[in-house]
């Protein structure tokens, strides 16, 4: 019996059910969830008890009393994860990714000279992620002192990867980001822009099909309406269509702003995050940075009252948003060979890097042709 089977079996005996799927290993992505049999849209495919989570309730009370009375649900599974040396959960443990599979997808782990050269939203991400989990292994490496940093740090990626929205009444008074439970065989269906429908009751989990789904075919749910750079630091991977990807274009508007036109566009709420995606010429936010650069103090302002709706001044902002993308091709192709020169960490990592560049590259480069025409 495969790993994957072994798993099945563990977990129906908690009372999961599975209807017309099963787990199985995709080609270049681990395991995932495929369909047996044909599937119809709305059908219900997994059903998993509220029993057969892994969740506050079900965390040893000796953890917990040993930590500050504000640790979040997500330092507390951690440890739980990491302090556990039963084989209650062995069939659920042996097909989680490996340390390995981590260091080679994810920017946490991999060297600071490919860190730098992240996009700026994922660079920003991992800031905060990086301040997020020292904060929580100083709690904990406080009370558990035998516990090693590399194996809290896995466990911490484990459920930081893996575990979905739940919330009960135990947990009203944690963050929503932080109402988080691990649940056996969903965690295996892999993320695409849009998905399967989840739902928990007091009772269960539920996935219900989104579509029909042919026989092996994949089945995915959506983690959310995610850009790459999200994916690609919280999940380790970019995918290769996604309707919710954009760029950040605050490096090359920015600079290009005096500390005037800064304290401006704070005072009025639109001070970076200038965006640009695959329908857009930049939004709003955008459109409002670069009218400052090229409009009068009064259009400007009637622009972002919404007393005018910019077309007069849109030909002028286009050949300025055309300079700065061109600008910013430059700086990409300069990136992206930068980290071809190095010769740190894995292969892995600086193709994974290089990937999320030339997606960036392209949406860019298919902005300009539709500015052009």
């Known amino acids: ?111 600071v000279e490919l860190q730098n050269l992240l996009p700026k939203p994922a660079k920003d991400l991992l800031k905060k992620q990086q301040a997020k989990f020292q904060q929580e292994w100083d709690s904990v490496a406080k009370v558990f002192l035998s516990l090693q940093r590399q194996d809290y740090l896995y466990a911490w990626f484990i459920v930081n990867t893996r575990t979905f929205y739940y919330e009960t009444s135990m947990m009203k008074t944690f963050p929503h980001n932080d109402k988080l439970a691990l649940l056996p065989v969903a965690d295996l269906l892999n993320h695409a822009d849009s998905g399967c429908q989840v739902s928990f009751s007091p009772e269960s989990y539920t996935i219900v099909a989104d579509r029909a789904y042919g026989a092996s075919e994949e089945v995915y749910i959506s983690y959310g309406g995610h850009s790459n750079d999200f994916l690609l630091t919280e999940y380790g991977f970019v995918l290769a269509k996604n309707r919710w990807d954009e760029v950040c274009l605050d490096e090359v508007i920015l600079p290009n702003l005096n500390t005037t036109q800064k304290a401006e566009l704070e005072g009025s709420g639109f001070l970076g995050r200038y965006m640009l995606d695959a329908e857009t010429a930049g939004c709003h936010r955008t459109q409002v940075a670069l009218r400052l650069l090229c409009s009068t103090s009064a259009q400007w302002r009637r622009f972002v009252d919404a007393g005018d709706d910019g077309e007069a001044s849109q030909g002028k902002v286009d050949v300025l948003l055309m300079q700065m993308l061109d600008t910013f091709l430059q700086t990409i192709k300069k990136t992206m060979a930068d980290i071809l020169k190095l010769n740190v960490g894995q292969a892995t990592q600086r193709e994974l890097l290089l990937e999320r560049w030339k997606q960036i590259q392209s949406m860019i480069t298919q902005t300009m042709e539709r500015l052009k025409s």
């Open 1 to 111: 019996m495969d790993m994957a089977q072994n798993l099945v079996h563990w977990a129906e005996d908690k009372g999961v059910e599975l209807d017309g799927i099963k787990p199985q290993r995709i080609p270049g992505r681990g395991l995932g969830v495929v369909a047996t049999r044909p599937l119809k849209a709305g059908e219900t495919i997994l059903t998993v008890p509220t029993e057969a989570l892994r969740s506050l309730h079900t965390i040893p009370r000796s953890i917990p009393r040993k930590l500050p009375a504000d640790v979040s649900i997500h330092a507390l599974l951690a440890a739980a994860l990491a302090l556990d040396k039963t084989a209650k959960f062995a069939p659920w443990t042996a097909v989680l990714p490996t340390w390995a599979d981590f260091e080679a997808s994810t920017p946490f782990m991999w060297p």
